[in-house]
């Protein structure tokens, strides 16, 4: 069977329900290896580190009062 990523399927009218799973779960498990990469990506992981940072030093700091 052809592979048409990202394309539409043009399937023949006599096509089985097998083939059209089988394309569809193909697809949808490329999209998911692609996902996967992005997703273990070094900038991607250190968002949440590079927020707390940001976060820790724009906050306003306490002022001393009068005494």
Same mark, same amino acid.
């Given at each position: 069977?052809?592979?048409?990523?990202?394309?539409?399927?043009?399937?023949?009218?006599?096509?089985?329900?097998? &083939?059209? #799973?089988? %394309?569809?779960?193909?697809?949808? =498990?490329?999209?998911?290896?692609?996902l996967?990469?992005?997703?273990?990506?070094?900038?991607?992981?250190?968002v949440?580190?590079? &927020?707390? #940072?940001? %976060?820790?030093?724009?906050?306003? =700091?306490?002022?001393?009062?009068?005494?």
């Amino acid at each position: 069977m052809a592979r048409h990523k990202n394309e539409d399927w043009i399937l023949p009218e006599n096509c089985s329900w097998d &083939l059209v #799973t089988a %394309a569809v779960l193909m697809d949808l =498990r490329d999209e998911l290896q692609q996902l996967n990469r992005l997703l273990h990506c070094t900038h991607f992981v250190a968002v949440p580190t590079t &927020l707390r #940072t940001i %976060a820790r030093n724009t906050t306003k =700091r306490k002022r001393k009062g009068a005494r």
